[in-house]
């Protein structure tokens, strides 16, 4: 496609390149518009919505227009690929540039400048893009996995339009054709309250072929392209031998009530028949040297839950505060005079940089420790506002890669998430706990984890909402399995309402992701039949597509009870969710609440 394509065309008399706003007051709207050979991409100024003719379909994408917008027309000029325009309304003034890119004929960027600030909430403009019919899906990615939700039931969909969940971008599909829009800039989730830094930089998309799984993809290239330096799960294993459990091992938080404890179970799952485990212990007791070499003398890996980076609440209990801070509400030196002056150091990631580092040292030189489990190090993002080191909340995050950096390049395998699985720290990390949860719609009641499953969730409206096979799509996995290993939240392990285990593990197999337990005595004992039964059956698909790409998933019933996942090795595996078996053309049936593995090799 050639620059020389684009032109942007004026549907009402210029004068001087101002446009007179009783040219067209009386009239119909006009439109400003540029186009290429797949796009034309028009703003009507009376009511500022953009409108997205896709010239290979037909088909016009109009936006849902709020009512008090308008072009300030005298704004308006044509630099020839691209259109910028001032719009007056409701929490404006706003400045918009719409750009073509010959790199991408079937997307624009859009920037979005708020003149005088910062940060801004989520802003009324641009408008949202609506779907073309009622049967279309509203494609979500929620803080971990993704959701295709209806949108003929549009009141059921939470935090519609935002940038929100893990990756930061949304889409629209009838499962043949869709688009989606992708924040590129500075985004906050702390405390439930989304931030993002102005200007905002966005990205359309619109394609006249794929569903969920093109708009996962195109995030996936794009992602890949800008950060070239990352690499795949099996290509970190060289250098960090750790990292090769990530693909077929079970995630095991020990509780035993001692260290003796902790190891003598490890032996006996081994034992058993559970080849493959990271444990790790949560620092109910102090752990010694004895139980890590003998963790890694049964070809375990032996792990610390940490916090290097503390809790926002060290600094202030005004919950969101940061948020707070970012967008005015709060004066930075009230607030600082208000607040526990040494809970900075807790949250401040650059001034923890150095001091963490030594730590770990330590760690790996008294324990032997092999992979380091930050809880919410990628959540609770804050400004700093201490005097000695002040920083702003974009370089506490690039601090906080930092230490994630600092620590594999120890020879550490790093995971980190309950919470959030955002993809800015991608590029620094190995796996996320968390990422198979869908905490944007539901989360799990119980607190900090007991260690074991007295509080089972049971016939839980959790389960129902996570485990929901006709609403949840892998759109994270779709992008990211062979870069990222994922597991389910501490709160939500697979046993944590034993009704529902058998779901679980399914969604392990389905999305070849890591299985999670809570061990100690009396629940290996009361579990392990089941337990190593389990481990097996994800094992043996694990070992297979553990570190390869998603390539495609889909439903083979319209019910969607049977769907499968296809992966780069050629493998595609079906699982049945539903009771009653599955008999495809030709092929053995499959029984309800199992699966196959379809090889190619
Ligand atoms: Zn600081």
């Known amino acids: 496609m ?16 101002v446009i007179a706003p009783a040219a067209w007051a009386a009239d119909l709207p006009p439109l400003v518009s540029i186009e290429n050979e797949v796009l034309r991409i028009s703003l009507a100024q009376n009511d500022a919505s953009i409108t997205v003719t896709d010239k290979r379909l037909g088909l016009d994408w109009r936006q849902q227009v709020a009512s008090g917008f308008r072009v300030v027309s005298p704004s308006i000029n044509r630099p020839g690929d691209s259109i910028a325009a001032e719009i007056a309304g409701p929490g404006g003034p706003y400045a918009l540039t719409l750009t073509m890119n010959p790199d991408c004929p079937h997307g624009f960027d859009a920037v979005l400048d708020l003149p005088g600030r910062k ?3 989520p802003p009324a403009y641009p408008f949202p893009f609506a779907a073309p019919a009622d049967d279309w899906f509203y494609v979500q990615n929620t803080t971990g996995e993704g959701m295709l939700m209806p949108l003929a039931k549009a009141a059921d969909i939470k935090e519609r339009y935002e940038f929100s969940g893990g990756q930061p971008w949304w889409g629209l599909t009838d499962l043949k054709r869709g688009m989606s829009a992708r924040l590129n800039t500075f985004r906050s989730q702390a405390a439930r309250t989304n931030v993002y830094a102005v200007p905002l930089r966005m990205h359309y998309d619109f394609f006249e072929d794929g569903g969920y799984q093109r708009l996962a993809k195109t995030y996936r290239e794009q992602f890949l392209r800008s950060h070239p330096e990352m690499k795949k799960l099996s290509e970190r294993v060289p250098a960090r031998p750790a990292v090769a459990s990530l693909k077929d091992a079970v995630y095991v938080y020990l509780w035993g009530a001692s260290p003796d404890e902790d190891l003598n179970l490890v032996r ?8 493959r485990g990271i444990a790790v212990c949560y620092g109910r007791h102090e752990i010694d040297r004895a139980l890590f070499d003998g963790i890694k003398d049964v070809d375990w890996v032996a792990g610390m839950y940490k916090m290097p980076t503390g809790n ?4 202030s209990r005004r919950r969101g505060w940061p948020a707070d801070l970012l967008l005015g509400k709060v004066a930075p030196e009230r607030f600082l005079a208000s607040s526990n002056l040494a809970g900075w150091d807790r949250v401040c990631a650059k001034h923890l940089l150095p001091e963490w580092t030594e730590k770990a040292k330590g760690f790996i030189g008294d324990y032997g420790t092999q992979l380091f489990y930050f809880d919410t190090m990628v959540v609770q993002l804050a400004p700093c506002l201490h005097l000695d080191h002040p920083s702003t909340i974009e370089e506490n995050q690039q601090a906080r890669l930092q230490i994630m950096r600092a620590t594999r390049d120890l020879g550490m395998l790093v995971g980190s998430g309950e919470g959030n699985s955002p ?17 944007t719609y539901i989360d799990t009641p119980l607190s900090i984890p007991g260690g074991d499953y007295a509080k089972d969730l049971g016939d839980s409206e959790q389960e129902h909402v996570s485990l929901d096979e006709t609403r949840r799509i892998p759109l994270y ?9 994922s597991t389910w939240v501490w709160r939500d392990t697979n046993y944590q309402s034993a009704q529902f285990a058998w779901k679980k593990e399914l969604f392990n197999v389905l999305y070849g992701t890591m299985p999670m337990w809570h061990i100690d005595r009396q629940l290996w004992d009361l579990h392990k039949k089941d337990m190593l039964a389990s481990y097996q059956r994800i094992h043996a698909v694990r070992a297979r597509i553990g570190f390869a790409e998603m390539t495609d998933h889909g439903w083979l019933t319209p019910d969607r009870s049977v769907q499968f996942t296809d992966w780069n090795n050629g493998d595609r595996i079906v699982v049945n969710f539903g009771d009653t078996p599955f008999t495809p053309n030709g092929k053995q049936p499959l029984p309800g609440r199992s699966f196959a593995v379809e090889g190619s090799k």
């Open 477 to 485: 996995q779709l992008a990211f399995h062979d870069y990222v290993g």
């Open 119 to 121: 940060y801004t909430t």
């Open 423 to 439: 993809t800015w720290a991608l590029p620094e990390l190995d796996f996320f706990e968390g990422l198979m949860s869908i905490r």
């Open 312 to 315: 926002l609440f060290q600094v």
């Open 2 to 17: 050639k620059q020389g394509l684009m032109r942007v065309l004026l549907c009402v008399p210029l004068l001087g390149g």
């Open 268 to 275: 006996e799952m081994k034992a058993a028949g559970v080849e």
